[in-house]
């Protein structure tokens, strides 16, 4: 089993970036899967869930209407469109792939928003 983020980077106040998250080695479709983000000295905060089908996603308040998580089951990749981003937001963010059985991890990608 395999997740793999990419897509961070060093970004400016109000500019927007997009995350992805490559996942192997097991049946994509059948999971939901969540990004988390974890900063220093803070606790892990989930940012988005999104249901296996896609059909319906949750947000973390702090986020909600700057960002917006996706998936391709056809591709086995979900996706984290981040947009409006404040230094707030800056942090390792982790893909969770997710069922009543199994719970898998990337190891994640750095956001740093700065100017």
């Known amino acids: 089993v395999q997740l793999v983020e990419s897509g961070g980077d060093l970004v400016q106040p109000g500019g927007s970036l997009r995350l992805s998250c490559d996942c192997r080695g097991f049946t994509f479709s059948r999971f939901g899967v969540s990004w988390y983000r974890q900063a220093p000295g803070k606790e892990r905060e989930l940012v988005a869930t999104?249901?296996?089908?896609?059909?319906?996603?949750t947000y973390a308040d702090s986020v909600k209407g700057r960002f917006t998580i996706s998936r391709d089951n056809a591709k086995n990749m979900a996706y984290l469109q981040m947009n409006s981003l404040k230094p707030e937001d800056t942090a390792v963010y982790l893909c969770?792939?997710?069922?009543?059985?199994?719970?898998?991890w990337g190891r994640g990608t750095q956001v740093t928003v700065s100017s």
């Open positions: 969770n792939a997710h069922n009543s059985l199994y719970d898998y």
């Open positions: 999104i249901i296996s089908s896609g059909s319906r996603s």
